[in-house]
């Protein structure tokens, strides 16, 4: 069963600044995993200076993959790549790491990380469910409340 996770870095600010312009990209990952990994990254510049050779980098689980080519990313533009990877062996929940690099009007390097979480087949579904017990105790009479996971609270006597 393919599982689509999806993360929004709202507004992943990357700024570098030139006087008083700045470069700010908004940055969005999707992965799918399916017998491979398709990761689909988005960057939005939502800055006041055009960013030069933007590329971003992909890793999971030891691979890597990079976008095709780099490319110019003016003010309010949007780029995006497609990117394969190998479907990791391992079960369970592992980070996707993004590395967007660019360069600002000047040639300047840049670059800013972002972290993707992945959940491979198998994975147990995050449905926690918490539980606790508190004692009040009277001269008359004891009292127990236990408070489920769902937000309500059971009373009983003693």
Known sequence: MARLISLA????AVVASRGEATI?????VDADVRTEVAVHVAVKNVGEEDAADVLPEVT???ASAKGDAPTALAAGYVAAWDLTLPRPS???TLPLVVQLRYADATGHR???PAVH????????????GIAMDARFETRNRKRVESLNGFGKLNGASA
Do not use: Q, W
């Open 110 to 112: 840049m670059s800013a």
């Open 9 to 12: 870095l709202a507004a992943l």
């Open 24 to 28: 700010t990209l908004e940055l969005r």
């Open 60 to 62: 999971l689980a030891g």
């Open 90 to 92: 391992a079960l369970g």
């Open 117 to 128: 979480v992945v959940r491979t087949a198998g994975t147990p579904a995050a449905n926690v």
